[in-house]
């Protein structure tokens, strides 16, 4: 009971306050220059889905690139997840660049550390990632991969390498989710920097 409560509480009230504030379109001035990203949770129950494409579909005329919760890569490069379709198709109906986010699966060191190790199940995930991107018509990708050890920092950054090579050559954006401590990726290659700003509205690629 407890349970269905504050899933109805969330569904109807939480989420869409939140979108509803995430959508206040900027001044004009501010948009300068700029795009605004706007993210999407990933989400399978209706409910909560038509109140993203509600309040997106109200306030398109503010919102330049969606950033969707999408898919995990695993140990051996295999992908899990989806794109909503409906979001997808709203995307295309309003000219919005969308991108799909990856993440590391469960941000767990030793998945990570394996798939990074491993040459095979990065290019397998790659060519996954790719083959997504143009069957959906995606304006590229953003990585947000998490609690990452420290002894992977360059393996991490050659892989991000890797990555934006291929995705670049296909036409599509790469980015990498904004890391709060920036001090820890000093000493990395440019793929490590914050290249992807969302406090400041904006997106480019490397």
């Known amino acids: 009971m407890g349970k269905n409560l504050f899933d109805g509480v969330l569904v109807k009230f939480i989420i869409p306050l939140i979108l509803a504030i995430l959508l206040l379109p900027f001044p004009a001035a501010s948009l300068a220059g700029r795009e605004n990203i706007f993210y999407v949770l990933h989400c399978k129950q209706i409910p909560a889905l038509k109140s993203y494409l509600d309040i997106i579909e109200k306030n398109h005329q503010s919102i330049q690139i969606l950033v969707s919760q999408a898919y995990v890569v695993d140990a051996d490069g295999s992908l899990g997840g989806y794109l909503n379709q409906e979001l997808v198709d ?12 990856v993440t590391n699966s469960d941000f767990n060191q030793k998945k990570t550390h394996a798939f990074l190790a491993s040459k095979e199940a990065q290019e397998k995930a790659i060519n996954a990632i790719i083959d997504i991107c143009k069957k959906n018509n995606l304006y590229g990708v953003q990585f947000d991969f998490e609690k990452i050890s420290v002894t992977d920092r360059d393996a991490l950054t050659k892989f991000f390498q890797l990555a934006a090579g291929k995705l670049h050559e296909q036409g599509f954006l790469f980015c990498i989710y904004p890391f709060r401590n920036a001090r820890a990726l000093t000493t990395c290659s440019r793929c490590h920097h914050l290249l992807c700003q969302c406090e400041k509205q904006k997106c480019r690629a490397i």
């Not at 709203?90 to 986010?101: D, E, P, Q, V």
């Open 90 to 101: 709203l995307a295309k109906k309003y000219s919005i660049k969308l991108m799909a986010m």
